[in-house]
């Protein structure tokens, strides 16, 4: 049995999964990375066990763990570096946090990393150049070339939501100014439907925001789907600007396919539209000629599977505990 962790900026996924990746039991609840290691932790420390013991599940029946963080990861260590979603995880001994409750191996990556690999087990490796990227509190990209999962010299290959998109664009969590992920990840979709609220100019989203007393970006797309002008202007923004990068990303690797996931990814048709304009307007023809661009096929248990494959694969490569 294999367990799998998705620790996103704003939420906990664990799943029990079976050798063949089926999941046995999945509980997922909403969580702050920002408040630092110590209370996520803490509830893993607590809810795995639980798990375990309500699946009658002995804890040494476990084989691996895999664990996705929002972050960029020095692999070989298990631990994150400087992410800027994650303030206090720097350098954070994850998996020796959780030996206290488990002696099989654990294994930490890039949770879009751990997408990558879900992407690639569904497919079975009938392709083999294709990048998955999420779009969510920040946005991050999944190499896979060859059929293998590509890492980088350091392990934080993929961190492309600090491209530039506008060097005189709003300021970053990185320090840095304009990087695609301050302009069209969910907290700037949501701060571009406050203003166009606030504003009056999108009467549909001040009505949501006086309802909830809040805005996020599914009230954005609902808007966009809706037919408000306001909130479609915004949902295509964001497509566009996150083409723009993928169209350079496209003239470099020249992947067959790029699956968008993350919570971002739902908010409406028009999302994916301007992204495949975006990238089919700047990028050469012969690196678009027979691309695809579409959702991720596994849905929000992409990140899940992806952990158990990560679990199992690094589990047999290194013969035990990590």
Known sequence: MLVGID?????????LLRPDLGIIARHAQEADVEAGPGPIMARLR?????????????????LAVGIG???????AAGQ?????????WDSYAIREDLREITDAPIFVDNDVNLMALGVLWRQRKQIENFLVIKVGTGIGCGIVCHGELYRGS????????HICADVAGPLCRCGNRGCVEAMAAAPAIVAMGLEAAQSGRSPALAERLAAKGLLDAADIGAASRAGDAEADAIVRRSGRLIGQVLAALVNFYNPSHIFIGGGVSAIGPMFLAAIRQSVSQRSLAL???????T????????????????????????GGPA
């Open 69 to 75: 963080v929002p972050g960029p990861v020095n692999f």
């Open 154 to 161: 350091t392990g934080s290959a993929g961190d492309i939501g």
């Open 7 to 15: 620790i996103g900026a704003t939420s906990l996924d664990i799943a």
């Open 46 to 62: 607590s809810l795995l066990p639980a798990m375990l013991a309500q699946n009658g599940i002995a804890p040494d029946r476990v």
């Open 295 to 318: 959702s991720a096929p596994l849905g929000p248990e992409t990140g899940l599977i992806g952990a158990g494959v990560l679990a199992m694969r690094e589990a047999l490569r290194s």
């Open 80 to 88: 994150l570096v400087n992410p800027p979603l994650m303030p206090g």
């Open 287 to 293: 690196s678009t000629r027979h691309l695809e661009i």
